[in-house]
């Protein structure tokens, strides 16, 4: 049983920054992050494998680095460059699939997330 805690969210002007966190419990293959915007579908961001391979979406174009601290327990986003197109919840999935770097489609279990908000 995975237990999954987001922070770090918030109202930032367009080209500001922030770095979202997820504290994790339990070992998972891979952590990737998704969003969500109003109206929209959950879509993926983000994914790191345990060994700390990544693979990004194409919209996030360099903006965004995911990360974990060495013991596997936080995972990060940072978010950099943002755009009112990025406004979402954020939230972190884990996944024990297969594939689970590169498709985002295997993950099925996702955090309650953390609000992004980016104003022009």
């Known amino acids: 049983h995975v237990q999954l805690v987001e922070s770090g969210g918030g109202s930032v002007q367009a080209g500001d920054s922030l770095k979202l966190s997820c504290a994790v419990s339990?070992?998972?293959?891979?952590m990737g992050w998704f969003r969500q915007a109003p109206g929209k579908e959950r879509e993926g961001v983000a994914a790191i494998s345990n060994g700390g391979t990544t693979n990004y979406a194409d919209f996030v174009k360099g903006r965004f680095t995911i990360s974990q601290d060495s013991t596997g327990n936080t995972l990060y986003l940072q978010l950099t460059g943002l755009e009112p197109e990025d406004t979402a919840i954020y939230s972190c999935?884990?996944?024990?699939?297969?594939?689970?770097?590169?498709?985002?489609?295997?993950?099925?279990?996702w955090g309650q997330g953390t609000q992004v908000t980016v104003s022009s």
């Open positions: 999935a884990p996944s024990w699939s297969m594939g689970c770097l590169y498709d985002f489609s295997v993950y099925n279990i």
């Open positions: 339990g070992d998972t293959f891979c």
